[in-house]
Each structure stands twice: as structure tokens, then as C-alpha cells.
């Protein structure tokens, strides 16, 4: 991890009144020079990114994440049997609002016009889990990834919050980026 983010800081780095250093990361193996973080201005501080300068571009993300429920509450949210009604009609809604909140919730995010959000919920009998795939789309200067990972983050603890009468052992997780298109960056995927 080291060659990624760089050595931690020393124990006398972080009780000094030292301005805080520009922080940069490379990509694992990678032979390009440094870049810099968006989101940190020459002095280290937190800013919003400027993309008034931006071209306006069809942006798409779609992200993803797990829930394992285990084999009881798998059977219950199958058989629709949960007390607090139905999951995955529930979990789907509330990934839509929560994409349609990103900017409310991650203070650096800019408020988008979302063009088009998509939140499955798919049951994994193999592993009793839910499956769940999110979409975001926008016409604009900023890209939708963080829209599109907020959907399945919220729609996952959607499931949780619906189950946890049943287990306490529930676990959301694999939260990530599966592929975006659009911006300046391009088409990018993990497959």
C-alpha cells in the first residue's frame, strides 16, 4: 500500500501546527507522474471542484453492491414474509431517492440533474444475498459515479433496516464502481 499512498504520517507530523501537505496518489504499478487529488486545494484544504469550465457530456455510471442476509432472512424476504413489508420494492425506491440525494449527503458533490436512475435487487440463493445493481444517468460537466454508488449504498441499507428485526448479523458490502462512460476521463470498467 505504501506505493500507493505514500508513507504515514510521522507521530511528530501529527501533533506539529505544520500546514498540511498537497496529497497525491499514482495508480498501483503505475509509471505516470503523481495526480493530484480534486478535492484539495494547494494548501490541503477541502474545496468543491470548479466545473463551470466543463463540457457538457452524456455521463453514465453504474455501481453495485451485496447484502448478505444469511439463510433465514434470505428465506423470509423470498417468501415476502418480512413484518415491515416488502424488501426489494422498498430497497429500490429508496435507492432511487437516495442517488436523487447525493449532493445532500456528500458535502463535495455537486447537485445534479438526474437524467435517468435505475436500482435491481436480485435474490442469490448460492450465497442467500441480494444482488444490487444501480445506474446512474446525466446529461452535464460532472460525472454520476457517486449517484450511482449512493443508489446501492441506500438501497442496501434499506435491506437492513428492513431485516434487522430478524438478524443482527446482516452484512452490506462490495460497495463499488463498476463502469462509467462520459467526461473527459472516457469509458472506464473493472471487468
Known sequence: MESIFGSPPS????????????????????????VSLSHVDSSGHAKMVDVSAKEEST??????????????VFQLVASNQIAKGDVLTVAKIAGITGAKQTGNLIPLCHNIGLAHVRVDLKLNEKDHSVEIEGEAATAGKTGVEMEAMTAVTIAGLTVYDMCKAASKEICVTDVRLERKAGGKSGYWSRE
Open 11 to 34: 507521530s511528530s507530523a501529527l501533533s506539529s501546527n505544520a500546514p498540511p501537505q498537497v496529497s497525491t496518489f499514482a495508480s498501483a504499478g503505475s509509471k505516470e507522474d503523481p
Open 59 to 72: 455521463r453514465v455510471a453504474v455501481a453495485s453492491c451485496r447484502v448478505l442476509l444469511g439463510q433465514k
